[in-house]
């Protein structure tokens, strides 16, 4: 198992940035692929950004691609989401989890408690 904690929200204009950061704890975290996802007010959560064991490969939603960076320490046991150009429409509550894919969906387990990102216009 793994315990996730979410720091590193908050409130940014747009064109801003954020970096988030997710500490893992559990001796098996280097072996998990990582991803971020998000859930604005009244829509369903959405997968962000994911990041496989090593580092060497990462996958992006569209609407982040070249905006947004996920990266891993597997030293430190964490996670980051770097968010640059920030959107109005990115606002939304982060959530650090294990990212699954099935059927070409991704899918979150193990989450962390989320933390709140808001775009002011």
């Known amino acids: 198992q793994v315990q996730l904690v979410e720091s590193g929200g908050g409130l940014v204009q747009a064109g801003g940035s954020l970096r988030l950061s997710c500490a893992a704890s559990?001796?098996?975290?280097?072996?998990?692929?990582m991803g971020w996802f998000r859930q604005a007010v009244g829509k369903e959560r959405e997968f962000v950004a994911a990041?496989?064991?090593?580092?060497?490969?990462?996958y992006y939603v569209d609407s982040v691609k070249g905006r947004f960076t996920i990266s891993r320490d597997n030293v430190k046991n964490t996670v980051n989401l770097q968010m640059n150009s920030l959107k109005p429409e990115d606002t939304a509550v982060y959530y650090c989890?294990?990212?699954?894919?099935?059927?070409?969906?991704?899918?979150?387990?193990?989450w962390g408690q989320g933390t709140q990102v808001t775009v002011s216009s």
């Open positions: 559990g001796r098996t975290f280097s072996s998990y692929r």
């Open positions: 989890a294990v990212a699954l894919k099935s059927g070409g969906t991704w899918y979150g387990d193990y």
């Open positions: 990041i496989n064991w090593s580092g060497a490969d990462t």
